[in-house]
């Protein structure tokens, strides 16, 4: 079974310009993540869609951070513009039930490693 | 709110010993908590999680881990420790109840060695 994808793998930009990332979570996942993980802290969660809705964007930055999940599937976050403090590795995650519980096990893509200069 | 602690950054240990790495938690109500472990450049790869059930999780790789509810502790544990273990481990944790996010520990430093 293939694992979630991500590209890129990296990306360097300068501050005040926009990036995005693309996740593909594994088949038949239903609900898929994205967190930030800053170096030396654990991942945070960013915002949480179930198929192509949003169930929680409370922790994303909205005046710069943008995500979208057409047709449930495939996903895009964007940041515009980017700031200094977005330099992070961006992971998309996927969980196989469309409800979502607590319990699902969540699966990691490799990450995208996101250096602002 | 939820928040789990790693109180160790580095953990290091010979090969063939056994290994602990620490957890606590915080949460309302009962708690869904997981283990997972990061290889460099490589994403999140989970271990195990505890639902409910037996105290004693056993999960991938020889790797198992104890919940205590009266420590709000879920350590993770491994008899025989392999150099192929060192890595970067997270300890996570959800509520039974409510939508609120899995959240992750700071991470610990595992190194086995030789």
């Known amino acids: 079974e293939a694992g979630v994808a991500q590209s890129p793998r990296y990306k360097i930009i300068e501050k005040r310009q926009s990036v995005a990332f693309w996740c593909n979570p594994i088949?038949?996942?239903?609900?898929l993540y994205w967190y930030q993980q800053i170096l030396g802290q654990g991942p945070k969660l960013l915002i949480q869609?179930?198929?192509?809705?949003?169930?929680?964007d409370s922790q994303l930055p909205k005046d710069r951070f943008s995500a979208e999940r057409l047709k449930g599937v495939d996903s895009t976050l964007k940041i515009q513009p980017a700031k200094l403090e977005d330099s992070a590795v961006y992971l998309c995650?996927?969980?196989?039930?469309?409800?979502?519980?607590?319990?699902?096990?969540?699966?990691f893509g490799p990450g995208t490693r996101l250096l602002v200069l | 709110a939820q928040s789990v602690a790693q109180p160790e950054d580095q953990v290091n240990v010979a090969e063939g010993n056994p290994l602990t790495v620490k957890c606590t938690y915080s949460?309302?109500?009962?708690?869904?908590l997981f283990w997972y472990v990061q290889y460099p450049n490589r994403g999140l790869q989970f271990l195990l999680k505890?639902?409910?059930?037996?105290?004693l999780v056993k999960g991938s790789y020889g790797f198992e881990a104890e919940f205590n509810k009266s420590q709000t502790s879920f350590h993770l544990k491994k008899p025989s420790a392999l150099v192929s273990d060192s890595a970067l481990y997270f300890c996570?944790?959800?509520?039974?109840?409510?939508?609120?996010?899995?959240?992750f520990g700071k991470g610990t430093r595992l190194s086995v060695i030789a």
């Open positions: 995650a996927s969980s196989l039930v469309a409800s979502g519980g607590p319990w699902e096990t969540q699966y």
């Open positions: 088949s038949g996942h239903a609900t």
């Open positions: 869609f179930q198929n192509n809705g949003v169930v929680d």
């Open positions: 949460v309302s109500g009962n708690p869904y």
């Open positions: 505890y639902i409910t059930g037996d105290n």
């Open positions: 996570a944790v959800r509520p039974y109840s409510g939508n609120t996010p899995l959240v």
